[in-house]
């Protein structure tokens, strides 16, 4: 089945920098890769995606790169602010059973200070 | 409230009791699941229902019981639960059939086993 492994586990960074959080996935498969994002005791909400007929998506400071070759895809926050900070997950669309199905990686606390 | 809605938002039980938390979606969508969210494995999937019929069962003990009486309504019923049953359990809906699926979660509700 698919394995998605999500890196740094934590990041911290100045207002006004940007952070990265990189994903990789193992079933070659999948083509669908949504970035969620989670604020501290709030559901997990879609945030950006791609597909995979697409190297890289951009929603004003967030963009998305996706390498399917090497099966990984990055998340990019630029100019970051404090309401930036929470959660963020990423996950891969692969196909499961009878069905298709999300699997996440386990998450990036961002924390972002003033 | 629109989208996904998830009651009761905060259970306390025993591990005796029999408790059961309701999931419903006002979006159309034709698949539900069930995550468990704790701090030590983020957004583990339990179940997954496409058009009702139950397609994953991720290996969850049978001390968890979904039902799905209808694509818009999931239900997990819980019993002889144990104190690292505690967490915060998502649902989460989405159309099925492309495999370009955004899933929509709800609220959650914080479950706590004494």
């Known amino acids: 089945g698919e394995n998605v492994e999500q890196h740094p586990s934590t990041l911290s960074v100045q207002e006004g920098d940007s952070a990265v959080i990189k994903c990789t996935y193992s079933d070659s498969a999948s083509n669908y890769f949504p970035w969620y994002k989670q604020e501290l005791g709030k559901r997990p909400q879609l945030i950006i995606d791609i597909r995979s007929n697409v190297g890289e998506k951009k929603d004003q400071r967030i963009a998305v790169t996706l390498n399917k070759t090497a099966k990984h895809f990055s998340l990019h926050i630029t100019e970051t602010q404090p309401e930036d900070s929470a959660v963020y997950f990423c996950a891969a669309m692969g196909y499961r059973n009878s069905g298709y199905a999300l699997n996440f990686g386990k998450g990036t606390s961002l924390l972002v200070t003033p | 409230e629109t989208g996904v809605t998830q009651t009761p938002r905060h259970l306390v039980m025993g591990m005796t009791n029999k408790k059961s938390l309701k999931c419903e979606q006002h979006l159309g969508h034709n698949a539900m699941y069930w995550y468990k969210q704790s701090a030590k494995k983020p957004l583990e999937l339990m179940f997954v229902?496409?058009?009702?019929?139950?397609?994953e069962n991720n290996s969850v003990p049978s001390r968890f019981s979904p039902e799905c009486p209808n694509s818009s309504h999931l239900f997990l019923h819980l019993h002889t639960l144990q104190p690292e049953d505690s967490a915060l359990y998502l649902c989460a809906s989405s159309q099925e059939g492309t495999g370009y699926n955004e899933q929509f979660f709800g609220p959650g509700t914080r479950l706590t086993v004494l």
């Open positions: 229902y496409n058009f009702k019929e139950q397609t």
